[in-house]
Structure formats: C-alpha cells, structure tokens
Antibody, heavy 117, light 106 residues
C-alpha cells in the first residue's frame, strides 16, 4: 500500500526556517517524481514545488522561489522541503504528493505550518 | 503562467441532481487537466485524469470532458457523500489549480 507521511510542521516566527519531511513507503520511491502542495486555512490548493525522480529537474512556484528548497533522498525514501525566510502568508497545510504519468494519485495527510510572532 | 478559472465557486444542489462544474484555462492545454475531490480535513483525491478518464475505483457518476481551454466536470446524480470541494488542475506547463468549487446539499 502506498503511504506518504509528512512531518516537521509547527509554529515558527516570521523570518524563521523549517524543514518538512515526507516519508514514502509501498512503492519504488526512486522511480517517481514528487511534489509539494499547500493549502492556506480556508483557501484553495497551491502547487509549491516538484522534483524529478533523480533530482535532475526541480521547479518552484514564484511565491516560494529563492526561499524554499526541495530535495529528496532516494536511499531513505524521503522527500524534503527546506523553508527559509518564512512569512505569515506561508501559513498552510503542506501536502506531499506522488506524480503518476499525468496525475497525482497519492497524497499524504498533510502537516500544518503556522508562521506567527 | 497558465491561469485556471473555475466556476461556480460554490454550488447548492439536491440529492439526485445533475451537477456541472467548469474550468477554463488561460491558454490551450490540450487535455492536460485533472479533477480532484477534497473533503474537509482530508487530502485531495484524484477523480478524473487527462480531462476525461475515470480513476480506478471512482464511481461512474463522475465524468469529465473538454479539451483546449474549456473543461467540464459532471456528477450525473448527486449523492450525499459527494459533498466536498472540487478542484481542476492543469499540468501542461508546471501545475496550476483552479480556485475550487464547494458543493453543498440543498
């Protein structure tokens, strides 16, 4: 069974940093591109970042470019999101999602990041 | 950047009704569109991929159509368990979600 479990969320002050993790199991992690998506409280879904299976291709939304860094460790079946210079508007539930051929069929349960003083 | 305009933003319908949601892309995206369902407090769930293909295990009352810039998502006969927010997603150029349609029972 495919499982994606996010962790690392919490309360952080504006300007602070946080590292999210997504532990994958039930599939060959190294064969799939992975993604981060966020959802601010009461708002819609926003794509954040994507990384190819071998980390050769990395993409970011303009809203996080230069502040967030996506990475993965295929040996540990894990996906990461390093978030620096956090702002109040980064407050959201962050989901990791596995890319299929054309769609994202598997998502984690999400981890809440709150940026507040 | 490709913008996705989804409408309506909210919709109230009765059990058994036919429900239609539209999604318009700011440029031609061929059939590079997916539809997701999200229930409160839960992760999104894939329903339709490549504009019109039903994901395995998803009830056949859900369907999608369209290509180019205009897309439609339909529930043929609304069930109580369909209460959720629905999102379209383009994957022609990176990824963009529509604003969502919150579906409620009348």
């Amino acid at each position: 069974e495919v499982q994606l479990v996010e962790s690392g969320g919490g309360l952080v002050k504006p300007g602070g940093s946080l590292r999210l993790s997504c532990a994958a199991s039930g599939f060959t992690f190294s064969s799939y591109s992975m993604n981060w998506v966020r959802q601010a409280p009461g708002k819609g879904l926003e794509w954040v970042s994507s990384i190819s299976s071998s980390s050769s291709y990395i993409y970011y939304a303009d809203s996080v470019k230069g502040r967030f860094t996506i990475s993965r460790d295929n040996a540990k079946n894990s996906l990461y999101l390093q978030m620096n210079s956090l702002r109040a508007e980064d407050t959201a539930v962050y989901y990791c999602a596995r890319s299929g051929l054309t769609s994202w069929g598997y998502w984690g349960q999400g981890t809440l990041v709150t940026v507040s003083s | 950047d490709i913008q996705m305009t989804q409408s309506p933003s909210s919709l109230s319908a009765s059990v058994g009704d036919r429900v239609t949601i539209t999604c318009q892309a700011s440029q031609d995206i061929s059939n590079y569109l997916n539809w997701y369902q999200q229930k409160p407090g839960k992760a999104p769930k894939l329903l339709i991929y490549d504009a019109s293909n039903l994901e395995t295990g998803v009830p056949s009352r859900f369907s999608g159509s369209g290509s180019g810039t205009d897309f439609t998502f339909t529930i043929s006969s609304l069930q109580p368990e369909d209460i959720a927010t629905y999102y379209c997603q383009q994957y022609d150029n990176l990824y963009t979600f529509g604003q969502g349609t919150k579906l409620e029972i009348k």
